[in-house]
């Protein structure tokens, strides 16, 4: 018999003045080689159906369930049970797990995630054409629309944003990786015409230079995108264009 343990943050906004530490166990036979950790905080919160956290599509997709995990922000949908467990079984064989960091906690894992949107709906992450040219097709080169890969992608779930110490310090004012990545994707995007009031919307000092390089965001991103890649290439075109 396995018996996994985990140390969850909760906060019970109705109880709790602060957060505190809960330990959760879970009994198995072996470590189902199948097993994401979402399916064993599904199995904890069975055992305990105060436990709150987000998840939707269960498939790397939606971006709802971002989670710090052993001091790594992470997808709980598409991390491995194994990975976790082998990170710890060897030091204190317990799975610690915290809400995102640097963003208000509502309830357990679940944080507002209103200041991230809204730092996301400032870069303006919708395509401007031309004016008079809306409607018709704007076509692209295949190269042309090579550009936006690696930036498209982004699934919007935080793990970028809220693993970078710009951002715990201006949360406020710095929009953050993944709202930069996004305002990388529409300045890279041939069919766009509004480069260079974008690039003047980040240009102050809150803005892409902001940025540290300090490249954790790129480190937690669970789909493998390169923030930290797309801000540098940002801050290219702003002191080149
Ligand atoms: Fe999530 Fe990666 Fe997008 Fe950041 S860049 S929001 S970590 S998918
Ligand atoms: Fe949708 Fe994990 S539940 S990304």
Not at 146 to 165: D, K, N, Q, R
Not at 180 to 198: E, I, K, N, P
């Amino acid at each position: 018999m396995l018996t996994l343990r985990f140390s969850i943050q909760r906060y019970l906004p109705e109880q709790d003045r602060i957060p505190r530490m809960q330990l959760y166990e879970l009994a198995l036979a072996q470590m189902p080689r199948d097993w994401m950790l979402l399916d064993a905080l599904e199995h904890l919160r069975q055992q305990d159906p105060t436990l709150a956290f987000r998840s939707s599509c269960k498939e790397g997709v939606c971006g709802s369930d971002g989670m710090n995990v052993n001091g790594k922000n992470r997808l709980s949908c598409i991390t491995r049970l194994s990975t976790v467990w082998d990170e710890v079984k060897d030091k204190d064989g317990i799975i610690k797990i915290h809400p995102l960091p640097g963003l208000p906690i509502i309830r357990d894992l679940v944080v507002d995630m209103n200041q991230f949107f809204q730092h996301y709906a400032a870069v303006q992450p919708w395509l401007i054409p031309p004016a008079g040219d809306r409607d018709h097709e704007l076509l692209q080169t295949p190269t042309q629309r090579a550009e936006l890969e690696g930036l498209y992608e982004c699934i919007l779930c935080a793990c970028c944003t809220t693993s970078c110490p710009a951002f715990w310090w201006n949360p406020d004012k710095f929009h953050g990786p993944a709202a930069l990545l996004a305002a990388q994707r529409f300045v890279s995007d041939s069919r766009d015409q509004h480069t260079q009031t974008r690039l003047q919307a980040l240009d102050d000092a809150y803005g892409t230079f902001r940025c540290r390089n300090i490249q954790n965001c790129t480190a937690n991103c669970p789909k493998g995108l390169d923030p930290s890649g797309a801000i540098r290439a940002l801050k290219r075109k702003m002191l080149t264009e």
